[in-house]
């Protein structure tokens, strides 16, 4: 065989075994992120030509991100340097949605108090691995509202009428005097500013979807304390609220009614603040507070 021709065979052979090479690489990159439950998709061929690291364009170690990569649904899309998308799971992410989802689904009624929920299984129904879900749970194990169960996963806590009533009193003890200097200090257009929220408390309370209320009802809340300028406030009061919203034990079921009325209750309190009426935000606020715990009670 004449040299050149032999040459050419051998660059071809180098070719070759360098794509079979790279191949095998992509191949353990997909299985890695499988087995992180994250999303891949089926590539077409890369260009054979390597950069300076020894890597095929667009090429990644397992595990490597590009920034601002994640799901669709919540994320950016990532073009890479070979203009093939590689959508990949960003844990942060992915995390807060299902923390998010699962917050609304305790509040909902569909994670019923004293049953035990496994991560792999919440992870099928999200369609994401059990990390986040696990993750999220623990952050939930935080704030009290699921328990760790060895071995099984997280039960949700079962919570009674005395719990709810504490919430209710902690919360008169905070509020009720954060409520009296605001309606003496914070003029009226201010007040008015907030309508809309009020409104769309009302309007979410008219669905009868508990949770759907729960998310108006706490950001009217917060953008009333927000007034006070301070945030460790905000905080702690959101937390108590989002306890109190948890569903108690053998409740009765969401009665769209009682929404509807806790709702009405926002506009009347706005009321009362733009006039500075004192003790009617007074008796407003404690009223309020009593009345979300009877009506769990009911």
């Known amino acids: 065989m004449p040299p050149q021709a032999r040459a050419a065979a051998v660059a071809e052979d180098r070719e070759r075994g360098a794509g079979r090479e790279g191949g095998g690489r992509r191949d353990g990159a997909a299985h890695s992120d499988a087995a992180r439950g994250e999303h891949t998709h089926s590539e077409p061929p890369l260009p054979r030509p390597r950069?300076?690291?020894?890597?095929?364009?667009?090429?990644?170690?397992?595990?490597?991100?590009?920034?601002?990569?994640?799901?669709?649904?919540?994320?950016?899309?990532?073009?890479?340097?070979?203009?093939?998308?590689?959508?990949?799971?960003?844990?942060?992410?992915?995390?807060?949605?299902?923390?998010?989802?699962?917050?609304?689904?305790?509040?909902?009624?569909?994670?019923?108090?004293?049953?035990?929920?496994?991560?792999?299984?919440?992870?099928?129904?999200?369609?994401?691995?059990?990390?986040?879900?696990?993750?999220?749970?623990?952050?939930?194990?935080?704030?009290g509202a699921v328990e760790v169960v060895p071995n099984?996963?997280?039960?949700?806590?079962?919570?009674?009428?005395?719990?709810?009533?504490?919430?209710?009193?902690?919360?008169?003890?905070?509020?009720?005097?954060?409520?009296?200097?605001?309606?003496?200090?914070?003029?009226a257009t201010?007040?008015?500013?907030?309508?809309?929220?009020?409104?769309?408390?009302?309007?979410?309370?008219?669905?009868?979807?508990?949770?759907?209320?729960?998310?108006?009802?706490?950001?009217?809340?917060?953008?009333?304390?927000?007034?006070?300028?301070?945030?460790?406030l905000v905080r702690i009061v959101d937390d108590l609220h989002r306890r109190a919203q948890w569903p108690l034990v053998g409740g009765p079921a969401t009665r769209r009614r009682d929404l509807v009325a806790d709702a009405a209750e926002h506009t009347t309190l706005l009321d009362a603040l733009i006039a500075q009426d004192l003790p009617v935000v007074q008796s407003l606020v404690q009223g309020h507070f009593a009345g979300a715990s009877q009506a769990d009670r009911a």
């Open 51 to 143: 950069s300076a690291d020894g890597r095929l364009p667009g090429e990644r170690l397992p595990g490597e991100r590009l920034p601002g990569e994640h799901l669709p649904g919540g994320a950016q899309g990532v073009e890479a340097a070979d203009d093939t998308p590689r959508p990949v799971v960003q844990r942060s992410s992915v995390r807060g949605q299902i923390l998010h989802a699962l917050r609304t689904a305790l509040v909902g009624g569909e994670l019923s108090p004293g049953e035990v929920y496994s991560a792999p299984a919440l992870g099928e129904r999200f369609g994401v691995s059990a990390t986040p879900v696990r993750e999220a749970m623990q952050q939930l194990a935080t704030e």
């Open 190 to 232: 201010r007040w008015a500013e907030l309508r809309p929220l009020a409104e769309s408390t009302a309007r979410a309370a008219a669905t009868g979807c508990r949770a759907t209320y729960a998310e108006a009802d706490r950001a009217f809340h917060r953008a009333v304390l927000d007034l006070a300028g301070n945030e460790q």
């Open 152 to 187: 099984r996963g997280f039960r949700v806590v079962e919570r009674g009428a005395r719990e709810l009533a504490e919430l209710a009193e902690i919360r008169t003890l905070i509020e009720v005097p954060v409520m009296l200097r605001l309606a003496r200090t914070v003029p």
